[in-house]
């Protein structure tokens, strides 16, 4: 893959309340990059600075220390830019469904590129294109956000982010409280976006099996601190030291370390798909043999 | 941010101010405040000003919290001490600005005024500091039972009182959360002319609204489930009652009322 | 009439709707459904979002009444109003949101809320209340704010709540879709332990498959009605029905399944990974 970077994260540090007594670091030296269409996975424990971090990307936060540097340029360089950010990084906060208000889903959905000042037409034109991405009717569109299901108001709400066409999409554990289905729908809503738009998606998750089957590069945060930037392949190696984290690592993952203590020759698998195509091979290899 | 502001911040502790019946405590501050009022001179300000001091000493609340607290009152002490400089009549002229002059009576009501407010709200802190809201919600509820018999949802009151503490914090995180997630789709709630900004605020408040309802209503059902009946037949896990230390105070205060009273009767 | 004196819980042809509002149709949630739920048990009830797992639970303490059958708690008739207290007394409820359960800005005073209701005396209260507190291992907590707590912890509280009103049964509506792994973990261990060491009936509704593996008994809900009953291992092997539902298994008979849908036969009762990697290595050298 042709790597273009198109958010930079320098040195970071963020200090809460600064000069009380309840001051408290959220974030110390945290570099990486994010490449344009990578699907970026963050996992930690609550309290490590995840959602500090979310909303240093987007210009929400402004940093103690550091930079973040966006196509280029430094969010923070000047205030027209600072504002920039904000639709250049969509933001999806945890529970996004409360965040709605307007009468119509359409309404909710068009807030985004309105306050980015485009015209009637772009407007329309982005609000069908993002509700298409997440499997929004028509009749839906016309309808009041409050009266359709949980699930619905979340994929809305997302909608309503995506309108903005970010090329930077963030999104705070954008499953939590669903049913296998409803979490599924999200997750290929998301793909979808990534790969129509070549977009950037970053997703905050506690649900390992989650970030194993979408990410490509998943970034551990821990106290703090970035503790690992690797594919998920290589994280979950470490298996004893997420544990030690706070973290769980995927159950497939879990059954092949068993395998491996058993006094297998395998490799560390982290999705079913691979389990299955690896345990294959070994069972046929083994039939023909 | 939002989450900074402290509404009616509790230090917990454990001296004899902490310990003291709530009941005690809202009884006294209010003895404390009428006698401010009959206070006039020197002698009776001196002697308020032991006792507060004293109490403070006692309480062990940081002197510097009590300061910091006054901060957001500062404006309301200094159009007080304007207001009396300016509008007392008698005592020598100092300086005229037009048809304003500055007398020596002027100066000394606005000096007693502003030293009067500073004492008044010392000693409302100085409750509100010690007590915690639940303990002071528990003492109004109990110092007003008697007027259960005028019909008076004294209970209810009271409830709602303390689930509007309970709620506040929460309330207020949950704001926001709102205000940036919404923030991420451009709102802009810093800039534009007073009609803008309230404009602005129309994304934050409809969820806001919705989001408490539902809270509400939730809250509703829990209590329910949790046996909620109103306040017939509840009982109380922490009884109110009166100790060695609220006779004291009680014995003090009787001491301090009177010294005042006969400063005021000596019209000293 | 034997069988049934166990039963703590029994639904009976119950049958329920919500009205529609502005002259839409009714909405029907149930319109037959039988379970019953065993005294000490501890049973898990999945099902997707809007399958009616929720309005369930809300039968099992008086808050919903039936539109026809019947419910009865402890052998009490959920719709009889005079035995409205008897009923949520011996039946504690803990819901999604942490927050909105808590009534009190300190933890103490909120576990006491449930045996102040009920007149308890102070004394009595008291003891309770530390009790309850050292059940779910909050009791260095007492004083504190629970607004300044983790969702666990919170979570923890309402569980301690409900376990000072001394009730026979818990019904938890989804207690861990708001937390943290480690939230959930504490959560599940303490739930556990007041089933096993209390023998508190526990019925925990949840859309997440590992902890509905660790009851002892799955019941799966679909449109209102039972779809499957059983242990997990009889629940979760059913592999198929839980796709074409909208659930999954543990990914440890998901795994076992991809594999017999390639043409293998694995068994699908292997819910930890630990059985399941021993199962796939007695398959492989076999």
């Known amino acids: 893959m042709n790597l273009e970077p198109i958010l930079q994260v320098k040195d970071l540090n963020y200090i809460y309340s600064a000069g009380t007594p309840f001051e408290h670091k959220a974030l110390e030296n945290v570099s990486f990059t994010l490449n344009r269409g990578e699907f970026v996975g963050v996992i930690g424990h609550t309290g490590s600075g995840k959602s500090t971090l979310m909303q240093q990307l987007n210009g929400l936060l402004k940093p103690t220390s550091g930079q973040v540097i966006l196509d280029g340029v430094d969010i923070w360089s000047d205030k027209k830019i600072t504002r920039q950010a904000r639709f250049r990084v969509g933001l999806v906060f945890q529970y996004p469904e409360y965040q709605l208000f307007e009468e119509t889903v359409y309404k909710d959905i068009a807030f985004g590129p309105k306050n980015m000042g485009l015209s009637a037409e772009e407007i329309d034109r982005r609000v069908r294109e993002a509700a298409g991405f997440v499997g ?76 194993a089957r979408m990410t490509d590069r998943l970034l551990v945060l821990y106290g703090s ?11 979950f190696t470490h298996a004893q030291e997420l544990v030690d984290m706070g973290l769980n690592i995927p159950q497939v993952t879990q059954i092949f370390l068993h ?30 043999a | 941010m939002l989450k900074d502001i402290t ?80 509008y007392s009549d008698g005592g020598v002229e100092l300086v005229r600005i037009g048809s304003l002059a500055i007398t020596t009576e002027g100066l000394k009501r606005a000096f007693f005024m502003i030293w009067r407010i500073l004492m008044l709200i ?45 709620f506040i914090p929460t309330l207020i995180e949950e704001t926001d959360k709102i205000m940036n997630a919404q923030k991420a789709r451009g709102a802009d709630f810093e800039t534009g002319s007073i009609i803008d900004r309230a404009k602005a605020l129309v994304p934050v408040l409809v969820p806001l609204f919705i989001s408490a309802f539902r809270r509400a209503d939730e809250l509703a059902t829990a209590m329910e489930c949790r046996c909620y009946q109103g306040g017939e037949g509840r009982t109380k896990m922490k009884l109110l009652r009166f100790s060695r230390v609220d006779i004291r105070a009680f014995e003090v205060c009787t001491c301090l009322v009177a010294g005042v009273v006969t400063l005021a009767a000596f019209g000293l | ?129 530390d009790v309850a507190l050292k059940q779910v291992g909050m009791y260095e907590y007492r004083e504190h704010a629970p607004h300044l707590l983790s ?63 660790q009851a002892d008994r799955v019941v799966v809900l679909n449109k209102g009605t039972v779809a499957a009953d059983g242990t997990p291992r009889e629940v979760f092997s059913q592999v198929k029905l839980l796709h074409q539902i909208g659930l999954a298994a543990p990914d440890s008979v998901e795994l076992c399944w991809e594999l017999n849908q390639q043409g293998f036969d694995l068994p699908l009762t292997m819910l930890n990974p630990k059985e399941c990697a021993q199962a796939l290595c007695d398959w492989l050298k076999a």
């Open chain 1, 136 to 211: 929004i009717t028509e009749r839906q569109l016309q309808a009041s956000p409050f009266d359709l299901s949980g699930g619905q108001k979340r994929r809305v709400a997302i909608a309503g982010v995506i309108a903005m066409e970010p090329e930077v999409l963030i999104l705070d554990e954008p499953t939590a409280g669903l049913d296998p289905i409803g979490r599924a729908e999200i997750l290929s809503n998301i793909e979808s976006y990534r790969k129509a738009k070549n977009a950037t998606i970053m997703m905050v998750s506690h649900s390992m099996e989650d970030v």
């Open chain 1, 225 to 235: 601190h970035l503790a690992m930037d690797a594919p998920p392949a290589e994280v």
């Open chain 1, 259 to 288: 395998l491996k203590q058993m006094g297998l020759d395998v490799d560390n698998v982290y999705t079913i798909e691979q389990a299955v195509s690896i345990l294959s091979r070994l069972k046929e290899g083994k039939v023909h």
């Open chain 2, 7 to 86: 509404l009616g911040q509790f230090f917990p502790g454990k001296s004899p101010i902490h310990r003291m019946d709530p009941r005690t405590k809202l009884i006294l501050t209010v003895v404390y405040i009428v006698t401010l009022f009959l206070a006039t001179n020197w002698f009776s300000y001196g002697l308020m000003m032991a006792f507060l001091v004293l109490c403070i000493k006692i309480s062990t609340i940081p002197p510097k919290s009590i300061v910091r607290g006054m901060k957001p009152l500062v404006f309301i002490l200094v159009f007080t001490a304007i207001l009396n400089l300016f």
């Open chain 2, 122 to 166: 010392s000693g409302t802190f100085l409750l509100t500091y010690t007590t915690s809201p639940i303990s002071l919600t528990d003492g109004l509820e109990s110092l007003m039972n008697p007027l259960k018999k005028l019909h008076v949802p004294v209970h209810e009151l009271a409830m709602m009182m303390s689930i509007a503490l309970r």
């Open chain 3, 1 to 129: 009439m034997e069988e049934n004196m166990k039963d703590i819980i029994s639904a009976q042809k119950l049958a329920f709707r919500y009205q529609g509002l502005d002259g839409a149709p009714d909405v029907v949630v149930f319109e037959n459904l039988n379970l019953s739920i065993k005294e000490g048990s501890f049973t898990a009830v999945l099902g997707t979002n809007g399958c009616g797992k929720s309005t369930l639970a809300k039968h099992f303490n008086s808050i919903l009444l039936p539109s026809g059958g019947k419910v009865y708690v402890c052998g009490l008739d959920t719709s009889d109003p005079d035995r409205l207290m008897a009923v949520r007394r011996n039946v504690g409820m803990v819901f999604q949101n942490p927050d909105n359960q808590i009534v009190a800005n300190v933890v103490e005073e909120d576990v006491a809320f449930g045996p102040e209701n009920l007149g308890v005396a102070s004394p009595e209260i008291r003891r309770r209340v």
């Open chain 3, 151 to 213: 969702g666990g912890q919170k979570q923890r509280i309402a569980i301690a709540g409900v376990i000072a009103m001394e009730p026979r049964c818990i019904v938890l509506d989804e207690p861990t879709a708001m937390l943290d792994p480690q939230g959930r973990k504490d959560v599940m261990d303490t739930v556990k332990r007041l089933n096993q060491e209390k023998g508190i009936t526990v019925i925990l509704i949840t859309h997440h498959m590992d902890e509905a593996a």
